[in-house]
């Protein structure tokens, strides 16, 4: 996906229509303690090897022209001024000489890491260690002058820093053409042109992942006559954190989306409870709840605000607001013809409300054309084929969960190849959805896994496939995938990893197989040699259509 993001972004950098790529945050910005948004990060070198830095080596071998520092320390040292990180591992190592550019304010803030003790030293470290530009406030410009009379910073570092950022304008064209063929013409016929909309609700379909339907969906289109679009977000387009100057009302809400597939139909709204609080507001809940009751079907938009995840919107409980809750149970108990369309950043703890709902998809922020992507989904027009990235936990307490966690000393004896230590007292350890789950209005059948070979030397590979057949009444997508698990070397390996997937699309009935070519490459770790490679011994290989194989 990194290496995806790159291309697309500078694919088109020599005639002065592409982007540079700049890959954000480096690193492990991923793991902050407690969850919090920029917070330190502590690490073992094989997790950070394994785990963190291959998708922004991936990147680098791509091209992308730019990388980012992040605001955390890791194992103790502010990614701004981490002279390891930066310099000996992306430059020496993996050979990167583009521009560095640091966090927001990220050098300065050395001095609140404890790290630094003056402006002077913030410059320092970060400029040693290769950061070459500074993204605010000023120290670069404060205190680099002083700090080359001193002898404490050499010019040729300097030196190396102004050629990189010179180069990259250069590459970019800025010298020839300032503006990058902007254009007023162009930006009229290309903002929210039917082309690009047409992308966005793909993209929408194809994100969104059922996670239960006890056969309410899809819904039916000819006799579902009148439908009560429910919830905080029903008529908001839910265009996600950091849209900056997107507007809502430029967005389709599901709301609009069902009344624009459906215009022959009755489509009322009502709110029911506000979505960006905490607070439990039940003062629509009765309104909602009679407005059900009067109608064939019922969607249900809850979950979170868009600017209720992403940067600096760290949350202690992932659950939904009790008013929500409330909102969920009066108005199923009026109608159990409803389906719940779950919005949210980041996978939410639904142990509460699961039973409650008959049916429920999570579509994510889905963006401009949400709603009609959505409303194509509900009432059948489009399959559900969306997987989850991942896990979402039972409850909070189970966090971090992710499948491909380190097989353990005492396992659960029913769940070995899932590697949970031990089992807590009051709950299941299996999370409730596991990664890459996802749910279809159709049935697909697996058989025939077979390897073309059992053994394999080095530079060799081996084929494994599966025959995938349709056995439902209409074409749908599903998502192949495959793991693998290194049952035994010199350090303890996760209980399965993802190593493919394939997408296949099947009309009613059809049968195709689906195969995957696992070379030495896909079997390489980080060894207690420190050092990338595959080690002899023997390997479990599972294809299945989720993590929980």
Not at 62 to 87: D, H, Q, W
Not at 108 to 113: G, K, S, V
Not at 329 to 352: H, Q, Y
Request: charged share 25%.
């Amino acid at each position: 996906m990194a290496r995806a993001m790159v291309r697309g972004f500078q694919k088109d950098l020599p005639d002065g229509r592409g982007v540079a790529a700049c890959i954000k945050h480096f690193a492990a910005y991923g793991q902050a303690e407690a969850g919090r948004d920029y917070n330190t990060t502590d690490m073992s070198e094989q997790t950070l090897r394994d785990y963190y830095l291959p998708a922004y080596r991936a990147a680098v071998e791509e091209g992308a022209k730019m990388v980012m520092t992040s605001f955390n320390a890791l194992n103790g040292i502010p990614s701004a001024g981490n002279k390891r990180l930066v310099k000996s591992i992306l430059r020496e190592e993996w050979g990167f000489d583009g521009v560095v550019i640091s966090g927001y304010d990220a050098v300065l803030e050395m001095r609140a890491h404890g790290y630094c003790e003056t402006e002077r030293d913030c410059a320092e470290k970060a400029m040693n260690a290769t950061t070459d530009i500074e993204m605010m406030p000023a120290s670069y410009l404060h205190c680099i002058p002083d700090l080359l009379k001193e002898g404490r910073l050499p010019m040729c570092r300097v030196d190396d820093a102004v050629r990189r950022v010179l180069q990259l304008k250069e590459n970019l064209g800025l010298f020839d053409d300032p503006y990058r063929a902007a254009s007023a013409a162009e930006e009229e016929r290309l903002f929210l042109c039917a082309e690009h909309r047409e992308i966005a609700r793909r993209a929408a379909e194809a994100s969104a992942v059922l996670l239960k339907n006890e056969g309410v969906l899809p819904f039916d289109k000819v006799r579902t006559k009148s439908i009560a679009v429910i919830g905080p977000f029903a008529d908001r387009a839910m265009l996600g954190n950091w849209a900056c100057y997107g507007r809502e009302e430029e967005g389709i809400s599901v709301f609009q989306g069902v009344r624009n597939l459906l215009p022959e139909a009755e489509v009322f709204y009502a709110e029911g409870c506000p979505g960006d609080s905490a607070e439990n507001d039940c003062t629509g809940i009765r309104e909602a709840a009679a407005l059900a009751k009067s109608c064939d079907a019922v969607i249900l938009c809850v979950g979170e605000a868009s600017g209720m995840s992403g940067e600096a919107a760290s949350r202690a409980e992932l659950r939904l607001s009790a008013s929500q809750k409330n909102l969920i149970r009066e108005v199923v108990k009026n109608n159990g013809n409803t389906a719940a369309v779950l919005f949210c950043g980041r996978p939410l703890v639904l142990t509460d409300v699961i039973d409650d709902i008959p049916a429920l998809a999570v579509a994510w922020q889905p963006g401009t054309e949400g709603g009609n992507a959505l409303a194509s989904l509900l009432f059948g027009e489009v399959n559900f084929s969306g997987k989850l990235p991942m896990t979402f936990p039972r409850s909070e307490g189970q966090i971090p969960i992710y499948y491909n966690c380190l097989r353990t000393g005492r396992p659960k004896p029913e769940e070995f190849f899932a590697g949970y230590c031990s089992w807590y007292l009051d709950m299941p350890n299996a999370p409730l959805f596991p990664f890459g789950y996802g749910l279809s209005y159709i049935e697909f059948a697996l058989s025939s896994v077979r390897a073309d070979k059992t053994e394999m030397k080095r530079g060799e590979s081996i084929t494994v496939s599966v025959v995938v057949e349709n056995t439902g009444k209409r074409m749908g997508d599903i998502v192949i995938q495959l793991y693998i698990c290194d049952e035994f070397a010199s350090l303890v390996r996760p209980a399965k990893e993802l190593k493919g997937f394939q997408k296949l699309t099947l009309q009613p009935g059809e049968k195709r197989q689906a195969a995957f070519e696992i070379t030495e490459e896909m079997l390489k770790f980080w060894t207690a040699y420190n050092r990338f490679e595959a080690e002899s011994g023997s390997f479990i290989a599972w294809i299945s259509d989720s993590s929980r194989v």
